[in-house]
């Protein structure tokens, strides 16, 4: 477990390389599909214990022309698109049945699925993250914020 603390850590302070965060996933993502049993069932109790964590202030700021973009895995936001009012939600897909990562939505990535999906000229107006990791897509966005518990602050 001081493995996984310790990886979570770099990751969310922004210091994990893309070729680190993807072999890990690797790693964690064979430990998850041997003892996970049911995914729909396991998606279904993660977002009963894990929805009141989703920001209402942040929630009540989407709309049909925002996109999500997101590290997390597909299968994970099955089980919530449906409450998210974003017109698009990229993610990291996986193949379940090889279990391995298709795509890595993480760092550059992003901004390459981006693109692909909206377009060498799409602009972002405005980009909330969590994580600074998604230096990126901060950079591409004409306003950028930092959420943190309740608090946004502008991302200079």
């Known amino acids: ?13 922004g210091f994990m390389p893309i070729e ?3 072999a890990f996933c690797e790693v964690m993502l ?10 729909n069932e396991i998606v279904r109790s993660f977002w009963k214990s894990h929805e009141k ?16 973009i997101s590290a997390s895995p597909r299968f994970l936001f099955n089980g919530i698109a449906g409450r998210l009012n974003a ?17 890595l939505c993480y760092s550059q990535n992003k901004v390459k699925a981006f693109r692909e ?5 799409a602009v972002i107006d405005e980009f909330y993250t969590d994580n600074m990791n998604d230096m990126p ?17 502008p991302i200079a």
């Open 117 to 121: 999906s909206f377009g060498e000229d």
């Open 87 to 103: 017109g698009s939600i990229i993610c990291t897909e996986i193949d379940e049945k090889n279990r391995k990562i298709g795509f």
């Open 20 to 22: 680190e965060v993807y």
């Open 137 to 153: 897509l901060i950079r591409l966005a004409q306003k950028a914020f930092l959420v943190s518990g309740n608090d946004i602050s």
């Open 1 to 13: 477990m001081p493995m996984v603390t310790a990886k979570a850590m770099k990751y969310k302070a």
């Open 30 to 39: 064979g430990v998850f599909f041997d003892n996970c049993g049911d995914i």
């Open 53 to 68: 964590k989703l920001k209402p202030f942040m929630l009540q700021k989407l709309t049909p022309d925002d996109v999500i």
